[in-house]
């Protein structure tokens, strides 16, 4: 299968790895035509830290980079994509501005699908001129790493749609978690989104520090990391954005992005990758 992920991120260019170190073909395409290159260095800095520990062998990651190609134009990145994977910023109009261009130059029997933790296809898949070939491939951070993506239908994602989107994910070696029907933030992030909240409500309270919140999880309820601690790993700009988004939609202030989310984001500590969030980190991306 001929892969085009769209947006080389933290998000897409891992996507983008996992397929190629999975055997299939991957352009990876930016807006900012800069971008897919960085990427690629810095995906290399990660792989040969795992050759190195013994964790993949230079043959299987050498023949990865050989399967990742960059391109700087889009209607050349898509031109013979079986699947386009669309790994952007979590604003709907940009990424049905995105899908838009895609849809009148990508084959026709290409499937696009976006890889939004909480934006249903729904709001996207119209922008597209083929619902029916659209859905939700949502991976969670690290892509490397992380063994369930979640597949989402649509409400006119056509079964063949399904098929190949979850085909797709069993051949990289993960878990596809399959929703039939969708819902604002799926499956895995409504129950973290949850937590979170909460995480937040108490910390704004006044009842417990950052701190003392990741850590009644980690050590109480068994979590691998706090909800704060996760929330500077993914980026706080992220679930800020997802909530704005939501807000927009219902009006309802319980999905307003908090106080203090909203500080952090104006400010522009965004957690791990500024190197400042919940947490202060000695470099930017550490």
Known sequence: MRLTIIGSGAMGSQIAMVSALSGHDVVLYDLDPDAPARAVTSLRHRLDRQVDKGRRSREDVDAAFA?????????????????????????????????????RVCPQHTVLASNSSSIVPSKLADASGRPDRFCNIHF??????????????GQETSDATMTTAVEYVEGLGKQPIVLEKEIFGFVANRVLNAVRDEAISLHE???ASVEA????????????MGPFELMDLTGIDIGYHSKTERYAETGDPADRPSRSVTELVEAGHLGRKTGRGWYTYETAGD
């Open 140 to 153: 969670f951070n690290p892509a490397l790493v992380m063994k369930g993506v979640e597949v989402v239908r």
């Open 213 to 224: 919140i990741d850590a009644a999880c980690r050590t109480a309820l068994g979590y691998p």
């Open 67 to 103: 399967r990742l190609g960059v391109v700087s134009d889009l209607e050349s990145a898509v031109a013979d994509a079986d699947l386009v994977i669309e790994a952007v910023v979590e604003r709907v109009s940009v990424k049905r501005d995105l899908f838009a261009r895609i849809g």
């Open 205 to 207: 309270g006044g009842y």
